[in-house]
């Protein structure tokens, strides 16, 4: 036990037999383990040692970060709670904690003898029949191989979802921020994958903090957290901008969406005119995309350049030609103001075949996220978000890859204990199904 924790213990002080005494901290290892062997000794046991529930579960806290400690206790050949306590002393205060006398202790140096002999190299640990798996850890340096390939990208799409996460008596909204490598549509041949982040809020600190050392290209929607990303005097250079062309047009089909309006009834908004006349000049924009999806960066920019720059060019003097005769709370001029007032970042694909028109890779990255708060409804703390982006980092690259995430990690966690160092890549999802395919074929 440190220095800090020591003078931290020699603080605690609990009232017994009507005077005031300190306990020792091998006491307290052995009143914490007592109250650890079964779901309702907790209660008992504070008042076996008349000292109160609070003070107890502070004990157990602090003594988390100690858990080798814990279990070494289990086994102190003792015959009472300290060594100027002798057996008939310790019974008389409530049975004491006797290796030999008390359940506790059999029980807890049973479970470490049995992980013991049960353990395996990839630090299985069982006890009855459940195994106890350190997946984070153990899976921490394939998540910092994705991360690195992750920000190796000359181009990454980023979005963010909401999560709840539980807070004081209420959950607070949070977020879960994806950034997608996916070269596949200019023709790159780096294999796709994607990162998660969590946080408590949406505050603009969080893509500065995950993009600290990225200099590429950025494509998202356009909310204003992103912003210091694209500021000239940003180090180590400022990030080039791609916004989404699937968000501006949704804009426009919510205002002319006609199956919707006729489902709604009376209670619907009229067509606007202006937005179907919108949506049906972004689709010619869509339809040049769909040819030269998957060639390479230069002949989709030499496509662009030859078509898409014409079409451009109209659609924005016609927008701002009917903008100017719109009031400015009309639905429709929402719609407008929000492409024109960043029509630079909406253009910019026509300057780098590398820009996809959309951000789709990385909204369907989070539609698994968003399915899923359904089901399981909230995160129970920070870190229980954090594990959960972790875990989510590592499912989505191997979907992305085309392999069957649950049969990935149960054969990376049964070999990863003993991969060397130098060959972890072998076990990322694009190189384990090329180490797959020859025995697919065999059988």
Not at 30 to 55: D, F, H, N, W
Not at 168 to 190: C, E, H, I, L, M
């Amino acid at each position: 036990m440190d220095r800090h924790m020591h003078r931290a213990f020699e603080r605690l002080e609990i009232v017994e037999t009507g005077r005031r005494r300190r306990w020792s901290d091998e006491e307290k290892l052995k009143i914490v383990i007592e109250s650890m062997a079964g779901p309702r000794l907790v209660s008992a046991t504070a008042c076996r040692y008349g000292i109160s529930r609070s003070q107890l579960a502070t004990w157990r806290r602090t003594f988390q970060d100690e858990p080798r400690r814990i279990g070494d206790c289990a086994d102190v050949r003792s015959s009472g709670v300290h060594a100027g306590v002798g057996a008939a002393e310790a019974k008389e205060r409530g049975g004491g904690l006797s290796h030999g006398d008390h359940p506790a202790g059999r029980t807890a140096g049973r479970r470490r003898r049995r992980c013991r002999s049960k353990s395996s190299g990839a630090g299985h640990c069982r006890s009855g029949s459940v195994p106890v798996i350190p997946v984070p850890g153990a899976l921490r340096p394939l998540h910092d191989l994705m991360e690195a390939h992750v920000l190796a990208a000359e181009r990454l799409h980023g979005d963010d979802t909401t999560v709840p996460i539980l807070a004081k008596g209420k959950t607070v909204t949070g977020r879960t921020w994806v950034y997608v490598r996916d070269d596949r549509p200019f023709g790159g041949q780096a294999p796709p994958a994607a990162l998660f982040h969590a946080s408590r809020d949406r505050s603009a600190e969080h893509p500065e903090r995950h993009l600290a050392g990225y200099g590429g290209i950025l494509q998202t929607d356009a909310y204003a957290g992103y912003g210091r990303l694209y500021d000239g005097n940003r180090r180590p250079r400022p990030l080039t901008q791609g916004l989404c062309w699937s968000h501006a047009r949704r804009k426009f089909f919510e205002l002319a969406d006609i199956a919707r309006s006729a489902r709604r009834g009376k209670s619907a908004a009229p067509i606007s005119p202006l937005a179907l006349e919108a949506v049906k000049r972004i689709d010619v924009l869509f339809d040049i995309e769909r040819e030269v999806n998957g060639r390479s960066a230069e002949e989709r920019l030499a496509a662009r350049q030859e078509q898409s720059v014409v079409v451009l060019a109209d659609l924005e003097d016609w927008m701002r030609t009917e903008r100017a005769r719109l009031s400015r709370h009309a639905p429709v001029a929402k719609a407008m103001d929000y492409m024109l007032k960043r029509w630079e970042g909406f253009a910019r694909f026509t300057t780098d075949g590398r820009i996809c028109l959309t951000n789709n890779a990385a909204e369907r990255a989070v539609r698994s996220l968003a399915l899923g708060r359904k089901s399981w409804l909230f995160a129970g703390s920070d870190r229980g978000a954090d594990r959960c982006a972790f875990m989510l980092t590592l499912i989505a690259t191997a979907k992305l890859n085309d392999i069957d995430p649950q049969a990935w990690l149960a054969d990376v966690l049964a070999r990863i204990a003993d991969m060397p160092q130098t060959h972890l890549g072998e076990l990322l999802p694009w190189n384990w199904k090329a180490a797959e395919e020859p025995l697919a074929l065999a059988s």
